[in-house]
């Protein structure tokens, strides 16, 4: 189960609320401890049977490596926040009206299975080995697409790239070179008292001695040590590009070998201990079509946001500006201000919708209503080039990455303050 399910989706190794066991004989029932409540989430709850269930994953991973994981009751707290946080991600995306339909569902399932070389039979037979269904892996997977296009429609509604950003980063950048980073974070509370910080600072010193003197490596440290969310799959951020490099340390990370560890920093969570694992040199070749364009969002009521758009569209049909429509009712505050325009880009820059319809019109051609992550839109495509792929790529990788930066930012932001708000009762121990 822990090779099948580790090409599904990074969050949900750990979020998932595997199904009770199959109806039993009655005396057997008796002799089973009841169920109960280990959170409370708002109005929904977690059951100790689901963090079980997770545990019993997270401890799957980790067969013949348990000493790199930290003592049980810190592990099940880490592991039932990730079910809180995961719970309240998809309340506010339900909330906002996204969903997942059978026929994606179907296709993201199908995905898995031909990523396993299984048939989807062979698949759930071998789910049900590991006591899961089908349904199971449905309800997990669909639970992580919506928090997946949950933070697609925070990105497109909160965060902007300018081109001046992009063309100082490609000015400032003299190679290809990426970086596959780790990190561990010691969390720091909202306002914080000077004894709480101090405690935090001797904290992080005290891991930072203890991976210098070699008695841990930067791996198991996070995952016995760090409060960040990723800090069971021991810290790791992935390869990332300079521009997806916060500011504050970016130029550091240029001048270590790999293996070498910085910090502590300072950043707004807490303290932060960084990790260059290795570099690798990015290659861009070939030439990619690029899309000019321009588009007209509207959020709200599906019924009343697409009966809008088609007005729009059968206005600019008998002669009105596309770019004056655009200003006078596009909820995008990023382009609305330039008529719709989004500039030049590669296909799936703004999304794979959007892009699948630019592909697919004509130059001067108007797309009818159709709806992504964060709303309804109709696209006007202006025009069409090929550029090589080294530029058109990299200007591209640039803007992709300084906006991942920034999301990552605004997004933790986001979780601690949907945390803060929720009304969320820990009852481990109780």
């Known amino acids: 189960m822990n090779r099948l ?48 269930r997770a545990l019993g994953n997270i401890l799957g991973q980790y067969a013949g490596r348990l000493d790199q994981l930290p003592p049980r009751d810190i592990l099940e707290r880490q592991v039932l926040e990730r079910l809180v946080l995961m719970r309240l991600q998809v309340a506010r995306a339900e909330g906002a009206g996204i969903s997942v339909d059978d026929q994606q569902l179907d296709s993201a399932i199908a995905g898995i299975a031909s990523q396993n070389n299984l048939s989807i039979e062979q698949m759930a037979a071998q789910l049900a080995q590991d006591g899961m269904t089908l349904a199971d892996l449905r309800e997990s997977v669909r639970q992580e697409i919506m928090v997946q296009r949950l933070r697609q429609s925070f990105a497109q509604s909160r965060i902007t ?153 059968a206005r600019i049909a008998g002669g009105a500006e596309f770019a004056t429509l655009a200003r006078e009712n596009s909820e995008d505050k990023t382009s609305s201000g330039r008529g719709g325009d989004l500039g030049w ?54 803007r992709e990455s300084i906006g991942q930066r920034k999301l990552e930012q605004e997004w933790d932001r986001f979780l601690r303050e949907m945390r803060g708000e929720a009304y969320v009762d820990i009852r481990l121990g109780s």
């Open 5 to 52: 399910f580790a090409s599904l989706l990074a969050v949900a190794i750990a979020s998932l609320a595997w199904a009770l066991p199959a109806p039993v004989a009655l005396a057997q029932q008796q002799l089973q401890p009841l169920d109960r409540i280990v959170a409370v989430v708002d109005e929904d709850v977690i059951l100790r049977s689901e963090l079980d």
């Open 161 to 313: 790239v300018s081109e001046g950003e992009v063309d100082a980063a490609l000015a400032a950048q003299s190679n290809t070179t990426q970086f596959h980073l780790a990190h561990i974070v010691i969390a720091v509370p909202e306002g914080a008292t000077a004894e709480q910080i101090a405690s935090a600072q001797a904290r992080v010193d005290e891991v930072k001695a203890k991976i210098d003197a070699g008695e841990t490596d930067f791996a198991a440290a996070a995952v016995r040590y760090s409060d960040s969310p990723n800090a069971l799959e021991g810290g790791d951020l992935g390869w990332r590009n300079l521009d997806e490099i916060p500011p504050s340390f970016a130029q550091l990370i240029t001048t270590l070998q790999p293996g070498q560890v910085i910090g502590p920093i300072r950043g707004p969570s807490g303290f932060q201990l960084l990790h260059l694992v290795e570099t690798r040199e990015a290659a861009n070749v070939g030439t990619v079509t690029e899309f000019k364009a321009r588009h007209i969002l509207v959020t709200g009521d599906d019924a009343a946001a697409k009966a809008r758009l088609e007005t729009l569209r």
């Open 345 to 398: 880009f590669v296909q799936d820059a703004n999304g794979a919708e959007l892009g699948a319809q630019v592909a697919a019109l004509a130059d001067g051609a108007v797309s009818a209503p159709f709806k992504d992550a964060a709303g309804w839109h109709i696209v006007l495509r202006e025009g069409s080039r090929q550029a090589p792929a080294a530029d058109a790529n990299r200007r591209a990788q640039v």
